[in-house]
């Protein structure tokens, strides 16, 4: 699935000029890169934004491993995945030089992590993409030659065809040697969802042993995420997991569901076998696409696999799911070890009541007296810490024989303990810049949450949901200042209707009052804070072409950096900083630049390589030689 990002005229961003065919394997350079930028994203344009993050991510991931630092490492890859999955969410990625150079970037930093990927969590979002068979040449083996009579006869052993050939056995080979660690964990995984995926295939009435399909994909890791931005077991890609009818929002990512996707890919593997009448070429259309190989088949003007001029990538991937299904059938007489199964993905489904919104998965895992993510991992669809709310029912899925315990004792949860987004009621003069502001979140994430198609057309009284992040409280207060009130309890009063008439959460509503329960009674004083947008804090001029600004709790330099429309690297050599830490009442320099203040050592040219001019530009704006000695303190303007 991973190809069909090809067949799309390079459209997504972050392989916009990614190179198909490469001659050799990225083989990981142990230096420590230099090129980590400490210009963290501005916010114009978003997706930019986005990409740059998750590249600076993904670079600190690999100086992670450089440095032997590997928690710090997969918390960096995590969090590139992370911005990389909201930005998939979104089809119109900015279509400009730097995407491209930015997609060209993402692509290297993800291949340079590859040759580490056993250094990485089991269930990371990294894909071992197969491909560098091993080097040894073995076109010549004779036709009784050992590896090729074992394939044969193990071969009668699937349903699907096998070729005994020289292509296949070195994709065992691979298996035994480079890969031996990895299929490893691929088999022990595999435990999980063996029955899961053969009772869909055989309920579709295809060959069970596509089961190694899925293997050859994700590893049969639902999370696993490449760098063509396919996701899940079956690797769906944006366009073919709509195909197939994988729903995709803010909320959920059917491509992760491994019920679902994988009904998907079966019906999408039913397309291909009816099209080519020849599981070879369909599986090799599952990974490149249908026009590629039948394109490939008119230039060949043949129908057979093996003498098709197909992306490398494609000529791996058949024989080795090959390899892989053979393999399987007999783990001992290739050198693995028989290990023990993961267990296997065992559940309950419960149906949530109407009344319910959403569900609160940190919740619903301590009334379970489960880990969170444990309740995760039977629901990796879910991509935030909360069922969709405002949605249908929705059918969660708890561990066996759960799911009265858990419909019993949410039930009774107190209302305080259950939400995890903020219910924002539109007023009028509101937008969604205004509100987004407010809250401390980009306007993209609110139209996402809400499935605003035209962000620009929000209404007063509209109910909105405000995400938190996943697993962490969204502070009602975020981003705002309070001011504290009183409200006297009318008769007829309820809690939820105090709560949505002031819009505020009834979470914090209770929080602010210390109740456990919604019981209150007339005449009772209820603390409220009326929550003001927060306005920044103003600057003053020191008269030298700067603006002082004093640090607010809260500052961050990345926010100041983009309220100032700067980036975070000349803010830091502004104010002498060497790291990004800053504290309250700090006064930092914001230096426009138009305007630079000389230091000591600056030439012309290192100021102009500075701001990306040709150093006669500065001179003749500023009526001096190209070659005159600056003093530190003097001021230059600094063509735009």
């Known amino acids: 699935m991973r190809s069909l990002l090809f067949s799309f005229g390079l459209s997504l961003t972050l392989l916009a000029c990614a190179p198909w065919q490469r001659g050799e394997s990225t083989v990981f350079d142990e230096t420590v890169p230099t090129d980590i930028p400490t210009d963290i994203p501005t916010d114009i344009p978003t997706d930019i934004s986005d990409l740059r993050a998750a590249r600076w991510h993904l670079l600190r991931a690999i100086e992670g491993q450089a440095l032997d630092q590997a928690q710090r490492s997969q918390e960096d890859l995590d969090r590139a995945f992370r911005i990389l999955a909201d930005l998939d969410e979104h089809d119109t990625p900015t279509d400009t030089t730097e995407a491209a150079s930015l997609g060209v970037a993402i692509e290297k930093a993800y291949l340079d992590l590859l040759p580490h990927l056993e250094h990485f969590s089991d269930d990371s979002p990294l894909v071992l993409l197969l491909e560098g068979l091993s080097e040894e040449t073995i076109e010549d083996l004779p036709p009784d030659a050992a590896p090729l009579v074992?394939?044969?006869?193990?071969?009668?052993?699937?349903?699907?065809?096998?070729?005994?050939?020289?292509?296949?056995?070195a994709s065992i080979h691979f298996f035994q040697t480079r890969g031996r660690q990895t299929?490893?964990?691929?088999?022990?995984?595999?435990?999980?969802?063996?029955?899961?995926?053969?009772?869909?295939?055989?309920?579709?009435?295809?060959?069970?042993?596509?089961?190694?399909?899925?293997?050859?994909?994700?590893?049969?890791?639902?999370k696993a995420y490449s760098r063509a931005r396919a996701v899940g077991l079956w690797q769906f890609m944006a366009h073919t997991g709509q195909m197939v009818g994988l729903d995709r929002t803010h909320w959920v990512d059917e491509r992760r569901d491994p019920i679902k996707s994988t009904v998907g890919a079966a019906r999408h593997l039913q397309d291909l076998f009816r099209h080519f009448s020849d599981w070879r070429l369909a599986l090799a259309a599952y990974n490149s696409g249908t026009g590629r190989v039948t394109r490939a088949i008119a230039k060949a003007g043949t129908r057979d696999f093996w003498q098709l001029e197909l992306p490398r990538e494609t000529k791996n991937y058949v024989p080795l799911f090959m390899a892989a299904a053979i393999i399987a059938k007999e783990p001992q007489l290739f050198g693995?070890?028989?290990?023990?199964?993961?267990?296997?993905?065992?559940y309950e489904e419960v149906t949530l009541p109407k009344k319910w919104p959403y569900v609160d998965l940190v919740a619903a895992a301590k009334i379970l007296d489960i880990k969170y993510a444990a309740l995760r991992d039977l629901n990796p669809e879910l991509r935030q810490a909360i069922t969709p709310p405002g949605a249908p029912p929705y059918r969660l899925r708890v561990p066996p024989d759960k799911g009265a315990l858990f419909l019993e004792k949410y039930a009774r949860l107190p209302s305080a303990q259950k939400a995890a987004v903020y219910q924002y009621e539109v007023q009028y003069g509101d937008n969604i810049s205004s509100i987004a502001k407010a809250f401390g979140i980009n306007t993209r994430t609110i139209a996402a949450a809400n499935s605003l198609k035209n962000p620009n057309l929000i209404r007063p009284k509209q109910i909105l949901y405000i995400p938190a992040a996943p697993g962490i409280e969204l502070s009602?207060?975020?981003?705002?200042?309070?001011?504290?009130?009183?409200?006297?309890?009318?008769?007829?009063?309820?809690l939820d209707r105090i709560a949505h008439q002031n819009g505020v959460r009834l979470r914090d509503l209770m929080r602010w009052n210390k109740l456990d329960k919604t019981l209150i009674r007339p005449g009772q004083k209820l603390?409220?804070?009326?929550?003001?947008?927060?306005?920044?804090?103003?600057?003053?001029?020191?008269?030298?072409?700067?603006?002082?600004?004093t640090v607010q709790p809260g500052d961050t330099l990345w926010d100041l950096a983009r309220r100032f429309k700067i980036s975070v690297n000349d803010l830091q050599a502004s104010n002498g900083l060497n790291n990004a830490i800053i504290k309250p009442g700090q006064q930092l320099a914001i230096v426009d630049k138009s305007v630079y203040t000389v230091v000591q050592g600056d030439t012309l040219y290192s100021i102009a390589r500075k701001f990306g001019r040709e150093p006669n530009e500065i001179a003749r704006q500023n009526n001096i030689s190209p070659s005159s000695t600056l003093l530190a303190g003097t001021t230059l303007q600094i063509p735009k």
């Open 336 to 346: 693995f070890e028989l290990e023990e199964f993961e267990a296997a993905f065992a």
């Open 183 to 222: 299929f490893s964990t691929w088999m022990r995984r595999s435990g999980r969802f063996n029955s899961l995926i053969n009772d869909i295939l055989r309920r579709e009435n295809l060959p069970t042993d596509l089961f190694y399909l899925a293997m050859i994909e994700s590893g049969f890791n639902p």
């Open 476 to 494: 009602a207060s975020k981003g705002r200042d309070q001011t504290k009130r009183t409200y006297t309890v009318r008769p007829g009063d309820s």
């Open 527 to 549: 603390v409220l804070w009326k929550l003001q947008p927060r306005r920044p804090a103003p600057t003053v001029s020191d008269g030298k072409g700067r603006k002082i600004y």
């Open 150 to 169: 074992r394939i044969h006869q193990l071969s009668r052993r699937c349903d699907i065809p096998i070729d005994a050939n020289a292509r296949v056995a």
